[in-house]
Nanobody, 122 residues
Framework: QVQLAESGGGLVQAGGSLRLSCASS????????VGWFRQAPGNEREFVAS????????YYAGSMEDRFTISRDNAKQLVYLEMRALKPEDTAIYYC???????????????WGPGTQVVISS
């Protein structure tokens, strides 16, 4: 059974940083592109960033590129999302997903984690 699991969420003050991790089981993670999405209360889920299976292609939603960094360690089967200068509007549930390409479109991803809550206090 394929499972993805996010970790690293929590409560931080505005201006702080967090690093989210995405781990998988039952999946050859290193052969999949991975994306991060988020869903804020009352909003639709939105694309945050994605990374190719080799890690040589990284893509970001335009508003996040200067504060977020996606990376992966295929030897450890982990994908990371480092978030800096966090703002209250970054408060959301953050999801990782694995798929065959790096599109920022939910339907292009085959497997999803349950999400990790990030809360940024002002």
């Amino acid at each position: 059974q394929v499972q993805l699991a996010e970790s690293g969420g929590g409560l931080v003050q505005a201006g702080g940083s967090l690093r989210l991790s995405c781990a998988s089981s039952g999946l050859t993670f290193s052969t999949y592109a991975v994306g991060w999405f988020r869903q804020a209360p009352g909003n639709e889920r939105e694309f945050v960033a994605s990374i190719s299976w080799r890690g040589d292609g990284k893509y970001y939603a335009g508003s996040m590129e200067d504060r977020f960094t996606i990376s992966r360690d295929n030897a450890k089967q982990l994908v990371y999302l480092e978030m800096r200068a966090l703002k209250p509007e970054d408060t959301a549930i953050y999801y990782c997903a694995a798929g065959q390409d790096v599109a920022g479109i939910e339907s292009r991803y085959d497997y999803w984690g349950p999400g990790t809550q990030v809360v940024i206090s002002s």
